[in-house]
């Protein structure tokens, strides 16, 4: 996810039983894994590992550490702050994440297999922000999301957890869990945005490395 600029102040979240801290030490770990991680391009809209639901996760070993590694380096590299590894051609239900929430607390971490939560009535409340994707490079279009996100899944060891976020994080964690259902959010917009969006990406040159679309 590209990264924008938001005014919006939301109250944070009661912390619930099994939600993880992801802010403590956020600077210090987004450091190691962009350490020991490989930049890798980012794929653009058109290429079909974007548009499909990707695979579940089953072996949690040193190949799956590499890439949330690769993944930290890469978003970093694209100025980003949300990825999922389709975005880097891997078709695997990842997604890592360097992202402030309205309140300018960063939040950092990675979430394999992440399901979103289904949201009950009364937390159903839209925020119609600008949003923008690495796969959509400098575009940008306002689109209603839930203001807050709620995601289970597991850890690099298969451990399981929990993430919860509001505002802007709250965009992010739905923006990267659709990708890895094989959704970009310009196919949430009409069809005049949509157009439109990928009429801004064509007029700008990409400020990072992305994959040609054959």
Aim: glycine share 8%.
């Amino acid at each position: 996810m590209s990264q924008q600029d938001t005014e919006q102040q939301y109250e944070q979240p009661t912390e619930a039983p099994g939600y993880i801290d992801d802010v403590t030490d956020a600077e210090a770990r987004e450091e190691a894994h962009r350490a020991r991680g490989t930049v890798r391009p980012i794929t653009v809209v058109g290429n079909p590992v974007l548009h499909h639901a990707c695979r579940t996760v089953t072996e949690f070993d040193a190949d799956l550490a590499q890439l949330i590694d690769d993944m930290f380096a890469s978003q970093r590299a694209a100025e980003g702050v949300g990825l999922a590894a389709n975005q880097i051609g891997v078709d695997l239900r990842v997604l890592v994440y360097d992202c402030p929430d309205d309140n300018g607390v960063r939040h950092t971490g990675h979430i394999v297999n992440p399901v979103l939560d289904e949201l009950p009535p009364e937390r159903r409340v839209l925020d119609d922000s600008n949003e923008g994707c690495l796969s959509v490079p400098g575009a940008y279009a306002e689109l209603p999301r839930p203001d807050y996100a709620s995601v289970q899944g597991q850890d690099m060891h298969g451990n399981p957890i929990a993430v919860q976020g509001t505002g802007f994080f709250a965009r992010c964690l739905q923006h990267e869990t659709d990708h890895l259902n094989g959704y970009l959010y310009i196919d949430r917009l009409s069809k005049r945005d949509r157009k439109d969006a990928l009429r801004q990406m064509e007029e700008l040159t990409p400020a990072y490395e992305t994959v040609p679309n054959d």
